[in-house]
């Protein structure tokens, strides 16, 4: 009797271009929905898990990291805002900052990974928070800026909405990826 082995199910698979855009497009239009559907109500406002869990994504899946992957994902928030906002031209900023978030934190994860460094020794714990610190301000900036024609607030209270939506977010899920 021949016993056929299992495969096991993995999203991501190293040299499947198609499977791997496809599943870059769609995890992004999924997260991206939550966080609008959260958008909704003005408590939940502050919970934007995308960022968190895309940077998680090319941060695990070290070759991913490459330009098309990241232009896929930015392509997905483009055509969700097109769909479902009247932003205009303010998406392509507000969704660059966005694509800072995630191209910052894992960068810097897979640069970590590159040097060796061990990843369950207690000060990667303090890296990881310091890269979500980085990143989150970097997004803030270009975010704040981007969103000033579409907000009645001004610039420096966008600039610590984003920074605390970024920060908190990117803090609580970035680990767990």
């Not at 979500?132 to 803030?140: S, T």
Request: charged share 10%; glycine share 6%.
């Amino acid at each position: 009797m021949h016993v056929q082995p299992i495969s096991t199910f993995r999203l991501f698979q190293e040299g499947h271009l198609l499977r791997n855009s496809i599943a870059i497009f769609v995890l992004t239009t999924l997260f991206y929905f939550i966080g609008a559907e959260l958008r909704l109500v003005h408590e939940l406002s502050l919970f934007w898990p995308l960022n968190g869990v895309m940077a998680g994504v090319f941060a695990r899946y070290v070759w991913l990291n490459r330009l098309h992957y990241y232009a896929i994902s930015y392509v997905a928030m483009l055509v969700y805002d097109a769909i479902t906002t009247e932003w205009g031209l303010v998406s392509l900023a507000i969704n660059f900052s966005n694509m800072m978030f995630i191209v910052t934190v894992a960068l810097l994860v897979a640069r970590d990974k590159r040097l060796g460094k061990n990843k369950y020794e207690p000060v990667s714990a303090l890296r990881l928070f310091n890269y979500c610190l980085l990143a989150a301000l970097l997004c803030a900036i270009v975010g704040a800026i981007g969103s000033v024609s579409i907000d009645t607030l001004d610039f420096w209270p966008l600039l610590a909405d984003w920074f605390s939506e970024q920060f908190s977010t990117g803090v609580l899920i970035v680990p767990c990826m």
